[in-house]
């Protein structure tokens, strides 16, 4: 099996095109990745996720510790045979998740103890145990466990967790590296915090740089400070990385931020947002959102795209869409997320299409002045 | 295009393997119709029904006329265009919903007033209205308006019932052969009644026959009389139906159900069961029901079917199906009715080879004993 490969292709500005070779497949850069939180992207097959590009998904450890727990996973032949998704995965550590979901919480300086959002069952994950996990899940890329603050948060609170998310980086790189479980080609992604802070942000890439690890991941930020605030944290951040790695900006977000951030150099993403959104009857048309419950569409004959290959966007009318809505039919989720979700891969596609033809600023422009035909 | 047909092509014993030919194509005997109450068959897609060899599908007037109206789907292109479904659609009336659904119920002679059951609206049906809107809806089978009773009923109210059914059924006919909206084609089928008094019955079938409609249902079994009386009023009814014409059992049933009945010589179901069970995570397998949420699940890493060409039935451990059941992820859903549709289409496939190859009766004994291998 090929080791753990990342080249760039191509650079327009600072956006980047790369291509990336995993365990489980060749990914093209920038790209989104759906997240598949307990072992199953929300309402939607894998394969209809497949005939949409997506080549990666995320999973969460922490939820998948939880239920179904990651022995049983395990047993079953690893999280990619257990979700019957033949791409690649990429896992988080679950730390952000510990920080938002879970009760009494108590971090140390080995790890943490978290209560259950589900049934109250005491855990605990150090960097170690959550790097044999995602062994153990057998995850093509697994990120280092981290400690997250919530926002907002002063420097030297930010500071405080930055600090010790580098000591556990260095930790979890031992486990990974001695895990008996890994296997070639397997990836470790060091995690960037320190808050809105630029020094903090600079001090956390530069320690992580210097460790060495296969790709470095943003944390920490989408958490409430703003767009603005992002992508500023984001370009006093990213100069600090390295160029011959991958770069990826987690949890993150709406298709402006994905643009922005990639005009920025980032190459990869993820979040809930175009699957959850579709649960709440929201579409993407392009980098356009539009609320399908809107009366407007009561009578509206068109699909919401037309000249799509996607069977969700170009078989079914607004209206009918709209109805299902309004009597909360499940078909309506299922249709709803696979049309984003499509949307989101088509949107990275093409974006990275025009960073190969050096023309990403009008393409940026165009998509976010919304031009909803991609 | 075709005018309706129905030509018989094997009998073994009672039961009978035969094809339709509708305006959407051909249709193959004994078959079981998927329901899409509200213009969606729910959790599936309409391409996923027709990989598993769906042909028809059954939609409720009743239902598409509270939301979102007959006229609304008539502008958007009729029933099958608003659902993307490209085969044959048989329209139920809505006489058992007005029973069982709506609110204050006003029947006399001319038709029914009842109010939604949705917002409390006042809606008024006739056979003559009934006919207008599944020629509107664009059906390729409309059924009559009928008069059903609740269960148990005496004789005297179900023989009131069945003869009003008739009456309607008279009207029902004159206005579909008279509506400048019918296209060639499209069929209209007459629903005996009689509750579960044999002299009932007999009179109802030879009225309709004699009124002579393209097909015949049964009405108003199913509602509570059991499996054994409900075989028995069968037996008791289908002798008085004419052998070139299709057998309809309205709103049945269970595996066991359609096997005993096919035997008796029905030719048509439709049931909301097999889609229903699986959102409550009951599988089918053969005609055996198991419940997947079941704890001795949580490891069982087989797939539902290895066999099956149905990608929910071999593409997924029951371990995976239980977890999805577990945390309550809407997608559970759509595996389980695939497979579970998958399942009945399979059933009614297989009756129609052992059918045509003379051993019907093994075959339904094998199944019935719990052979879960089709």
Redesign the interface.
Known sequence: MAAFEFQLEAQDGKARAARMTTPHGIVQTPLFMPVGT????????P?QLAASGVKILLANAYHLLL??GIE?VR???GLRR???WKGAILTDSGGFQIMSLSKMVKIDEDGASFRSHIDGTLHRLTPEKCAEIQCALGSDIQMQLDECVAWPARENRAEEAMARSLRWAARARDAFINSPQRREGQALFGIAQGGVYPSLRRASAEALCEMGFDGYAIGGLAVGEGQEMMLQTLAETLPHLPENAPRYLMGVGTPSDLLEAVRLGVDMFDCVLPAREARHGHVYLGAARVNLRNAAF??D?APLDAKSDC?ASS???R??LH??L??G???A???LTWHNMDNFQKLMRRARQAIMEGRYESYCQRLLSGETLL
Chains 1, 2 share one sequence.
């Open positions: 307990v072992g199953a992207v929300k309402a939607i097959m394969e239920r179904p049983r047993r079953l032949g257990f979700m019957n009561a009578e004959a069977p078989g079914y009318s209206a009918y109805h299902l309004k009597i039919e499940p078909l989720a299922t249709l």
